[in-house]
């Protein structure tokens, strides 16, 4: 026993003593420095940056167990909650404390601009010859951005048949011209929520990204889409406002990945200024690209919109496909970010391009449909959001004529055939070029002799279109190259031609918000010059007795009819109290009591979003042999914050969109019933759209704002005996 004892204490002394040996024969002394504990704050801890008060993001040590009030997003990422009295920064080094964390982050918020507004001016299409299949959609002519990238003839060849499409945006909903569609997998990062319809858009900007990637095509309705056989996966990553956060964004690609998507379209990011990935990047999106990457998904996401000279994050990670943008005639776009980080370019338009050279901007972008002020119509938009699309579709493509090819084949083949653009080979601008479809068809076709090709196009007889394309130049091949993805764009927008308002609009206005960390979207736009406004007015004595006509529909709101409510997260809703005459008004906004002006009730929550908004509208005729058009109506008000709501009415264009007159804009508390009127006579001969609506910029704050209104009335006048 004595002798074992002996050993072990031999053996003791000796792991002891050798590691002193090794470091120069030096023992330890009582004073020296402890070993440092390992830093495990992220990058991503910026406070300057918008980001999520009420959590942060904590990575837990693999195998380790959460702790409780941990709400898990994927993988070993989890919301940590910000303990009280503490800020989200003093919480990530609370955080770090915990031997089972690994990381702590900031959770980044991204935004998105609602785009301006402006008259369809646009008339440019591709000049040319057409060839390949043209399908019958009577817009198609004015899609120019598809004869750019060689889709007539690439849909010869295939359509997309059997790939799967993920959308990580604000949801898809169909219109007229996507009901073709029969989605799959849907899922709603925000409420974390599954299910057929519970990633429908309330916000438009991914209606519009799916028009370029999928819109039914051949149908002889509205416009055309790229891959139109493919299988669309909406998953909602923002909100109503164009809101998310980076956890909601890595929840969509985790979601994407484990439910069989062959393509990821990111039309969102945030800008890197002068930074390069890895620098500029957040570690919960890098591991969720990552897992997505090693799942052979094909991850495309826009370079942004932020006139920076680096590619916008998550697109600058070097398993993404980063899309520049270029505008009519392949030049690149003011808005356009560039960079080393560029894959491809592909067209995105430019609202701000003088294409006849009458020195007016022509607004000429990609159109589609999607819906504006919940009104659904055919809308120009411009962006890399909108290029984004069309590199996604042109995956999918390829994809389905060679199911057997990698990502990163698919990469290269969409890098050598690109058409060569700027500087000889690959540059900072268009990166390796402008995509071409049918080249990377034939390009796969050779590669992958042996891969079955998806269902071709079914030739149509009759061509819808008078307008033909501009021939596509020869394209210089460049060789391949790893690129380093990019973000997205800035939102901006431009109405197309006839809208036909839905029954149950879907979007609503986006108010001013304090900038996040932009995650503008796809669009970029111009605002169009101001209209005469007319100045309100109390009600005219008329100096004869007129003879009026009633214009306007139900509207004492008496029954449900006559009106479309916008379907937000707050909608518009009829009422038996208060009201101005009857039995029913219309309240918008949020309405309390001033007795419990403290907190709102359950029944107005809405956990999706920090911001409600309220809209209901009506179009109508206005006609042009009146000589007075006259709009009124009565209204009770309220409100108890200083800024940031207000409660509004407008005068649109029922075909554009544009907003001609701005009829009250105000933030009031009205205790009593008030008239307000309005001369619409200058406005005589135009279908217009009578648009109220209540803007709530933080329902959880308690701090109501909201508008009853009754009894309107839109009265067409000519003078006695006329």
């Known amino acids: 026993m004595k002798r074992r004892i002996s050993s072990l204490l031999l053996l003791l002394l000796i792991a002891l003593v050798l590691p002193s040996l090794a470091a120069g024969f030096s023992l330890p002394t009582a004073s020296a420095s402890p070993t440092p504990r390992p830093d495990k704050t992220a ?85 040319g010859t057409l060839a390949g299949f043209v399908p019958n959609d009577p817009l198609f002519g004015l899609q120019w951005n598809f004869q750019r990238i060689q889709a007539p003839t690439a ?83 923002l909100n109503d406002l164009g809101s998310g956060t980076f956890s909601d964004i890595a929840d969509g690609f985790d979601w994407a990945r484990s439910h069989g998507a062959d393509v990821i379209n990111l039309s969102v990011g945030g800008p890197c200024y002068t930074s390069e990935w890895p620098q500029c990047s957040n ?24 006139r920076q000279s680096t590619v916008a994050q998550p697109a600058n990670h070097p398993d993404v496909i980063a899309v520049a943008a270029t505008n009519y005639h392949n030049d690149h776009p003011s808005y356009s970010n560039s960079g080393s980080a560029l894959s491809v370019s592909a067209p995105g338009g430019d609202m701000n391009e003088d294409t006849d050279g009458d020195g007016t901007a022509d607004q000429i972008a990609i159109l589609q449909q999607t819906f504006v002020h919940g009104m659904w119509g055919f809308y120009y938009m411009d962006g890399t959001s909108m290029a984004t699309a069309h590199v996604s579709a042109a995956v999918a493509l390829l994809r389905s004529r060679a199911p057997t090819a990698n990502r990163l084949q698919i990469q290269q083949i969409l890098e050598s055939t690109a058409l060569d653009l700027g500087v000889e080979g690959f540059d900072t601008t268009f990166g390796y070029g402008l995509i071409q479809l049918n080249d990377a068809l034939q390009a796969i076709s050779e590669q992958f002799p042996t891969a079955t090709p998806g269902p071709s196009a079914t030739p149509s007889p009759t061509a819808s279109s008078t307008p033909t394309p501009t021939p596509t130049p020869t394209r210089t091949p460049t060789p391949t190259s790893t690129l380093t993805p990019t973000s997205t764009v800035t939102p901006t927008s431009t109405v197309t031609p006839t809208l036909t308002p839905s029954a149950t609009p879907s979007a609503s206005p986006t108010p001013h918000l304090q900038p996040a960390l932009w995650l503008p979207l796809l669009w970029q736009g111009t605002h169009p010059p101001p209209p005469p406004s007319p100045t309100p007015t109390l009600t005219p004595t008329p100096t004869s007795t007129p003879l009026c006509s009633e214009l306007l529909g139900n509207g004492s709101f008496e029954t449900p009819d006559a009106w479309q409510i916008v379907n937000t997260n707050l909608p518009a809703r009829y009422v038996q109290q208060p009201v101005h005459s009857g039995q029913a008004a219309m309240l918008l906004g949020q309405h309390l009591p001033a007795t419990t002006v403290s907190r709102r009730p359950a029944a107005e929550a809405t956990p999706a979003s920090t911001s409600a908004h309220s809209a209901v509208y009506q179009t109508l005729l206005l006609p042009d042999t009146s000589t007075d058009l006259r709009l009124s109506f009565w209204y009770q008000s309220g409100s108890a914050m200083a800024d940031g709501d207000w409660q509004r009415v407008w005068l649109l264009d029922a075909h554009t969109l544009t ?14 019933w008030t008239p307000y ?46």
């Open 283 to 306: 570690n919960i999106l890098n591991d969720a690209i990552q897992a997505a990457a090693e799942a052979d998904i094909v991850i495309v996401a826009a370079a942004g919109n932020f």
């Open 155 to 237: 849909w010869e060849t295939n359509t997309g048949a059997g790939v799967k499409v993920a959308i990580l945006d604000s949801g898809v909903s169909q219109g007229s011209d996507l009901n073709c569609r029969s989605f799959i997998d849907d899922y709603n990062a925000l409420s974390r929520i599954s299910g057929p319809g519970v990633a429908a858009d309330d916000f438009g900007h991914g209606t519009h990204v799916a028009g370029t990637i999928a819109q039914c095509t051949d149908n002889s309705i509205g416009v055309a889409g790229l891959a139109y056989d493919v299988q669309i996966m909406p998953v909602k990553v």
């Open 677 to 722: 009127h309005f001369d619409l006579t200058a406005y005589a001969g135009q279908e217009v759209a009578i648009y109220f609506d209540v803007n709530n910029n933080d329902v959880d704050d308690g701090m109501p704002t909201w508008m009853v209104v009754d009894d309107v009335s839109v009265l067409a006048c000519t003078p006695a005996g006329r």
């Open 43 to 127: 990058a991503a801890v910026n406070p300057a940056l918008a980001h999520a008060s009420d959590h942060i993001l904590v990575k837990l040590v693999p195998g380790a167990r959460p702790a409780p009030g941990l709400r898990h997003i994927f993988g070993d990422w989890y919301r940590a909650p910000v303990p009280a009295g503490k800020s989200p920064v003093q919480a990530v080094s609370t955080w770090s404390d915990h031997n089972e964390v690994l990381l702590t982050e900031l959770d980044y918020l991204v935004q998105v601009e609602r785009p301006p507004f402006g008259p369809l001016t646009a008339t440019a299409s591709a000049n």
């Open 659 to 672: 907003v001609i007159a701005e009829i009250m804009n105000t933030l009031g508390q009205d205790g009593a």
